[in-house]
Nanobody, 128 residues
């Protein structure tokens, strides 16, 4: 099973991007599982941004994501989304999605989270 995050790119400060996360290989039905979103900026540790628990469960956002980033799902497309608005140069990073078939999130995932399946990441670059 692999997840693939896509939708990254180059955007000016203040702009928006929507990242998508889809499963490939042995396809998981993502609607049953928590989806975590993370990022790693150059020279920095990976940071947990948000987690979207399944079936209408709790959604958690980190302080850096709260108010600007929103997680959602489209179960008909087996896809999860991270909508990012009011982007800042410090949001520049590689963004990852992850999922876990064994447990839901109990809060914002830690950057060193051991979620079960990870995507390859997508680069987001915000210019000033």
């Amino acid at each position: 099973v692999q997840l693939q995050a896509s939708g990254g790119g180059l955007v000016q400060a203040g702009g928006s991007l929507r990242l998508s996360c889809v499963a490939s290989g042995f396809t998981l039905d993502l609607k049953y599982y928590a989806i975590g979103w993370f990022r790693q900026a150059p020279g920095k540790e990976r940071e947990g941004l948000a987690c979207n628990n399944p079936m209408g469960g709790q959604i958690y956002h980190s302080d850096s994501a709260k108010g600007r980033f929103t997680v959602s799902r489209d179960n008909t497309k087996n896809t999860a989304y991270l909508q990012m608005n009011s982007l800042k140069p410090e949001d520049t990073a590689v963004y990852y999605c992850a999922t876990d078939t064994l447990s839901n999130c109990r809060g914002v995932p830690r950057g060193d989270s051991r979620m079960e399946f990870w995507g390859k990441g997508t680069q987001v670059t915000v210019s000033s």
